[in-house]
């Protein structure tokens, strides 16, 4: 019966000590919180660090207690291989993490370098030319090359942050790496967004 129970496993760790409570061999409660940081470990994607430590900090209080000795040696063994593969897991994904960091950073700043020089690259490029010659436009044409000029600048920054922000949705890293990048692709957005409705809302009403 001990063996269903522990195959089954709790997902978080608040879960882990309902189950403890209900448990009173301490190897029995040994089992359960190994098992538990085996599962922590063998999540999908990034494993839960969190809940892995304050399960091992539940292992050593319960090291502490009177468990039968051939019991200790076998679970301490479970117990420190599993330390060992945390720490293995952990340099890893920290360096994945940086990586990323690193990416993201590049790609982020290189955008708000162009988005900053917007009105400098318009005035560097060909300006917009229609494909077809439309008569309702002939007597604002101007107009409409200089807004579609910069609609299409606006457009293409406007994807890139899109594309940017996924990219950052469901990259692992640290919640405050994550949320400064947020920050900025915010501030990106104010910079490019309004203006492009605004862009718009002309063109249709001088259409």
């Known amino acids: 019966m001990a063996e269903e129970t522990v195959a089954q496993g709790p997902l978080k760790f608040q879960d882990l000590e309902g189950n403890l409570k209900e448990c009173r061999e301490p190897d029995k409660k040994l089992e359960l919180v190994i098992h538990f940081m085996e599962t922590t470990l063998s999540q999908q994607g990034t494993p839960h660090f969190k809940d892995f430590w304050e399960a091992k900090k ?10 039968n000795p051939i019991a200790r040696v076998h679970l301490w063994a479970r117990y420190s291989e599993l330390s060992r593969e945390a720490r293995k897991l952990k340099e890893l994904f920290d360096e994945e993490s940086a990586f990323a960091v690193e990416q993201i950073e590049m790609a982020l700043h290189a955008i708000e370098d162009e988005v900053a020089k917007i009105p400098e690259l318009i005035a560097a490029s060909t300006p917009f030319q229609f494909r077809v010659h439309a008569k309702n436009l002939h007597h604002n ?6 807004l579609q000029t ?3 600048f606006l457009n293409a920054y406007a994807s890139k942050i899109t594309a940017l922000r996924k990219e950052l949705i469901k990259t692992d890293m640290r919640i405050r790496s994550k949320n400064q990048f947020f920050g900025r692709l915010s501030a990106l957005g104010d910079a490019v967004f309004p203006k492009r409705k605004e862009l718009i809302g002309k063109a249709l009403q001088g259409s």
């Not at 539940?58 to 468990?67: A, D, K, S, T, V």
């Not at 044409?141 to 200089?146: I, T």
């Open 58 to 67: 539940r292992c050593l209080e319960l090291f502490r207690e009177h468990i």
């Open 141 to 146: 044409e101007p107009l409409y090359k200089e």
């Open 150 to 152: 910069e609609l299409d």
